[in-house]
């Protein structure tokens, strides 16, 4: 249970912060007038995603003295 | 800010239940570990995100943001390694014990007086703050946000919004604060992602990753902040916790005045990567939507832009989880003014003045002078307790005078301490002399005035209490 629980809460804080890299590096390489592959909204679900899943996740493996 | 809510909880705890009037023993010391979290967590809140668009409305340059706030973060961190730390490691004793035995019981009371009352102010701006996350979750212009400009309520809506999350707040933290820190202690990873991301998705809408052109600001935006003011308000926007030797009570628990450096980590993390990650939210509208800096962009509507729901949450908790024991702790300090006024009726006090201080959003938007002030205040008691320490001995005065003479009131702490003020406050309100300039100069004067008068009330020899 622990394990899955710290496997969840890499990959969301994972989802927290690859998606906004990825979409910043899409967003560069396009140039100017170009948009990313990646879109601005599926970003933003993907963290809200990600940020139910840490908080889910976070009490199972996180230490709590 | 989530590891210290639960670290500070405890330590707090230890102190209130064993050893706050009494040096910390062996047993309860702590490894570094505990305190490098615990300062990630507090400098890493909601009012971050206010810190970095106000640098932006002041005009700070790049050259200032990058090297500025390293440099003055860096001292801020060898306050709190060669001052703070070390203090806290010979002495062991909280902040009050200590200051008991120099100014007496009842000065004690009157610095938690106005230790409460500022308290009360910053957690109001933590509201506002956590407020402003409310908006986005309505049809646009539901509630009127505020800008830079506002110091009134923006409307019914807003008032609403804000007693709605103060009284949150409040009850939580009547009940305790458990839970909350508990969400806080979770959430101080994520948290900081969450800031990193939102400079990532506003480098990739503005198409660059030159950081330095970004923080650069147009030729025409005012410069009302200098290199050094950037850099004295890094060193010290937490100036009552290092120079002012509030930070005795948490790193008295510190096996070693190393643990100084654990502050490092808040101070970079939070008070460098995240002040400038909130900057950028800011240059993005001011760059893409033609904002005017002087005006500036509520930060839910920023956040909410750039990482959406996502970033709404994290303005809430990072307001929530440092607001509460802000709350939490404002009520102690009233309860301890006030005999017989219970716990529960202290935090609500402390908490109907936090609301009414959130509701006006005066103190969020003028936060770079409020924390200088907060600091001109509390500081110099830092410097008697440096003097108390370091040169009492050396200069023929008496070390823990009240103490040694059983005073409740020592008239030189006070004096030593209101004259500088004072006058500091009198530059601030008359000169325009920036706020975090003050600190260092108050205290230092405040050590050096607490020096004249030891010296002259220590002519009648201080009896040593049996």
Known sequence: MKMAATSVGILALAGTIVPPAVFMLHSIGAGEGGTSSLSLDTVKWIMLASTIAWFAAAPFWMKVE | ?466
């Open chain 2, 1 to 466: 800010m989530s590891d210290l809510l639960h670290d500070v909880e405890e330590l707090e705890h230890d102190a209130s239940s064993e050893y706050e009037r009494r040096r910390v023993p062996e047993k309860a010391l702590r490894g570094p570990s505990a305190f490098w979290g615990m300062y990630a967590g507090e400098h890493t809140a909601g009012t971050e995100f206010m810190i970095g668009p106000l640098f932006v409305k002041w005009g700070a340059d790049a050259f200032g943001l990058i090297v500025g706030l390293l440099l003055g973060n860096l001292l801020a961190v060898l306050t709190w390694r060669y001052l703070t730390a070390a203090i806290a490691c010979e002495q062991r004793l909280t902040l009050y014990y200590k200051l008991e035995k120099i100014a007496g019981g009842l000065l004690v009371k009157l610095y938690n007086l106005a230790n409460g009352l500022l308290f009360c102010f910053l957690a109001g701006s933590m509201i506002t703050v956590s407020a402003t996350a409310v908006g986005p979750f309505f049809p646009p212009g539901t509630i009127e946000m505020p800008t830079f400009q506002s110091t009134m309520p923006t409307g019914p809506a807003w008032v609403i919004s804000c007693i709605a999350i103060g009284a949150a707040m409040t009850l939580v933290a009547l009940k305790g604060y458990g839970v909350v820190a508990q969400v806080g202690h979770y959430a101080a990873p994520w948290m900081f992602l969450v800031f990193v991301a939102c400079a990532l998705v506003t480098l990739g809408r503005l198409g660059t990753t030159d950081l330095w052109a970004l923080l650069t600001p147009a030729a025409d935006t005012p410069r009302t902040i200098s290199f050094l003011g950037i850099v004295f308000f890094a060193w010290f926007c937490n100036a009552a916790m290092h120079i002012g030797m509030a930070d005795l009570s948490v790193l008295r628990f510190a096996r070693k005045p190393s643990a100084g450096w654990a502050s490092a980590s808040g101070m970079f993390l939070g008070h460098y990567v995240a002040w400038i990650c909130a900057a950028l939210l800011l240059i993005y509208w001011v760059r893409q939507h033609g904002v005017d800096p002087q005006v500036g962009k509520d930060p839910g509507t920023m956040v909410s832009d750039a990482v959406g729901w996502a970033g709404l949450i994290c303005v809430i908790i990072a307001g929530w989880t440092t607001a509460n024991p802000t709350i939490y702790r404002a009520g102690l300090a009233f309860q301890a003014m006030i005999p017989g006024l219970s716990r529960a009726a202290a935090t609500m006090l402390a908490g109907g003045l936090c609301i009414a201080a959130g509701i006006f959003p005066a103190f969020a938007m003028n936060l770079l002078d409020f924390v200088g002030i907060y600091g001109t205040i509390l500081a110099p008691i830092g410097g008697i307790i440096v003097v108390d320490h370091f040169l009492a001995d050396r200069l023929g005065i008496p070390r823990d005078p009240a103490e040694r003479s059983g005073s409740a009131f020592n008239w030189s702490v006070l004096i030593a301490w209101l004259v500088p003020v004072g006058v500091a406050m009198w530059l601030y309100k008359t000169q325009g002399v920036f706020a975090s300039y003050l600190p260092l100069p108050c205290a230092i004067a405040c050590g050096l005035l607490y020096v004249v008068l030891s010296k002259i009330t220590a002519r009648d020899a201080i009896p040593v209490r049996a």
